[in-house]
């Protein structure tokens, strides 16, 4: 017996990691249920690999759950993957934090980090696709395109929407590109909107560059039709956002088993926690915090959720 348990022990340590996907949680139910289909996907695409899928705050299930889940289920590596578009705080420094808390919860697990979906092809295709419903292929050139995101207190991720919006521009047919926030930093939707009246458009297409519907989604979709109606002289349609797609699944599982090889790869070169940035200077080297999920046993302790972001954790 005992021979036929070291050999199962043995296959567990030779198995591959389980998957953890970390999303960050949306004040919306139907936010949630689409992370949750995602992780469906992702299950479906590699059906040999065990999988779980949570949130740092505002959605069950939490991180400690799935972990516990995972662990349950004999896992002794586990390998995170952020499903984050962009590489910001939370994906630079609550997860990282919340992991090191299960690490010390679970000694006996070996936990890995993957890095954020970042700027990829094909999630560049997939909005040229939600954009092509709302917009025939033979008027493109006289739609200007308005690419909004989620906003951050970290200017890397910022530039990195600005990055996505012009590589999504070039070589397309559209007469323009702009790129706005919905929260905490400028130019906000308005201001983008305007921008392009301003420069001649007559016609814009409004993508919302998040995952997930939430209660930042539904406000960009609402300012872009306020504007809309303020405004007769510009046609202004809504194209959506990117939704739970095979081809976001497909982008998790790449980023898994980098993390798996270890081969990580992520652009620190403009971090502001390596990077003295102005108005950033006191970020570098700051020590990461985990969010503390309401739904976890540390929440009871009295933890400050608020963790200096100033964002009211409105976001979806």
């Not at 200007?144 to 989620?150: C, I, S």
């Not at 809309?228 to 497909?250: I, Q, S």
């Not at 502001?272 to 969010?291: C, D, I, S």
Request: aromatic share 6%; net charge negative.
């Amino acid at each position: 017996m005992r021979n036929l348990v070291e050999i199962q022990d043995k296959k567990q340590e030779t198995a591959d990691p389980a998957l953890l996907i970390v999303g960050h949680g949306s004040r919306d139910p139907r936010g949630a249920r689409e992370f949750h289909e995602l992780v469906r996907l992702v299950r479906e695409r590699n059906s040999g690999l065990s999988v779980e899928g949570g949130f740092i705050e505002l959605s069950k299930p939490p991180i400690s759950e799935c972990v516990n889940r995972l662990v349950e289920g004999k896992a002794r590596k586990i390998s995170a993957v952020p499903l984050m578009l962009l590489a910001a705080g939370h994906s630079k420094d609550d997860i990282p934090a919340t992991l090191v808390r299960e690490g010390l919860s679970h000694p006996d697990v070996d936990f890995g980090y993957g890095r954020a979906l970042g700027i990829r092809h094909e999630l560049l295709g997939l909005m040229d696709e939600r954009i092509s419903a709302v917009v025939p292929e033979d008027e493109k050139g006289e739609w200007a395109v308005l690419v909004v995101g989620r906003g951050s207190s970290d200017p890397d991720a910022n530039s990195d929407l600005f990055k996505a919006s012009r590589l999504f521009g070039e070589g397309r047919p559209y007469g323009m590109v702009e790129t706005a926030f919905i929260s905490m930093t400028p130019p906000k939707v308005r201001e983008g909107l305007e921008r392009l009246r301003k420069l001649g458009a007559k016609k814009v297409a409004v993508f919302s560059y998040f995952l997930f519907t939430g209660v930042l989604e539904e406000r960009i979709r609402e300012q872009s039709e306020e504007f809309a109606g303020e405004n007769p002289g510009v046609e202004v349609r809504y194209a959506g956002y990117f939704g739970p797609d095979w081809r976001v699944a497909d982008l998790v599982l790449e980023r898994y088993h980098e993390a798996v090889r270890g081969d990580i790869r992520m652009n620190c070169d403009v971090c502001v926690h390596r990077v003295a940035l102005p108005g950033f200077e006191e970020k570098v080297g700051a020590p990461a915090t985990p969010h503390y999920h309401p739904d976890e046993p540390g929440d009871a302790h009295g933890h400050d959720h608020s963790h200096g972001h100033d964002h009211g954790h409105h976001h979806h």
